[in-house]
């Protein structure tokens, strides 16, 4: 079995998101999880939640990784991971009833930013609700020197990089049919947006 991969951040995050899914997810059955990184997520939620079905999801160089993480759980509700790049992935249409992913929205750049959220417009159902956990601008503010100096440290990293102001995201989600419900303040700066398909805005 590969050497299951660790990431302290995720560890550390987990209990908080948790809280937030237990509400969100609780009349969801399945999940898509989209960038599920070392798979430690999604163990963790899956076993946590055991009303829903998991299915995680990256790029094929994380899959051997996310795999070791479920075989070692040998959770009955986690599914192995789909090959998804936001860029060209394509879904069926209201497959999913939630969507869930953390750390990815400042990564990808924000072409895929917006991909991933007209890709979640298709593939949840009509009442379907879509979790980001990140930092985020709001009012093209940062709300602590820390997350300044986060997000100049990717953009020197890469360009494209950087966190991503609210607003925009509202944008793209109000055009694949979603709207916010819900900015959870979680620990470490970061918060979890909520938007719902079908949703008043």
């Known amino acids: 079995m590969p050497e299951r991969p660790f990431a302290h951040y995720a560890a550390r995050n987990a209990p908080a998101i948790l809280e937030v899914l237990l509400c969100e997810f609780r009349n969801s059955t399945r999940v ?15 076993a946590a939640l055991g009303h829903l079905n998991w299915q995680t999801s990256d790029l094929d160089e994380n899959h051997a990784g996310i ?16 090959s998804l790049d936001v860029r060209k992935a394509s879904v069926d249409s209201a497959s999913y009833d939630a969507a ?13 930013v917006e991909r991933m ?3 979640l417009g298709k593939a949840l159902n009509g009442d379907g609700v879509f979790c980001l956990y990140g930092p985020f601008r709001v009012g093209g503010r940062l709300n602590t020197d820390s997350n300044e100096a986060f997000d100049a440290s990717l953009r020197r990293r890469d ?3 950087g966190i991503r102001d609210l607003e925009a995201l509202d944008g793209f989600a109000s055009a ?4 916010r419900t819900r900015l959870y303040a979680v620990p470490s700066n970061n ?9 008043a805005a």
């Open 176 to 179: 694949a049919g979603m709207h």
């Open 67 to 82: 795999a070791a993480w479920l075989e070692t759980a040998a959770l009955g509700n986690v599914e192995a991971p789909l």
């Open 100 to 112: 869930f992913s953390a750390n990815t929205a400042h990564i990808m750049g924000i072409d895929a």
């Open 117 to 119: 959220f007209s890709l």
């Open 32 to 46: 898509l999880e989209i960038g599920s990184g070392t798979g430690q997520h999604a163990v963790t939620f899956a």
């Open 191 to 199: 918060c979890v947006a909520v938007w719902r398909k079908g949703a």
């Open 159 to 161: 360009a494209a990089m």
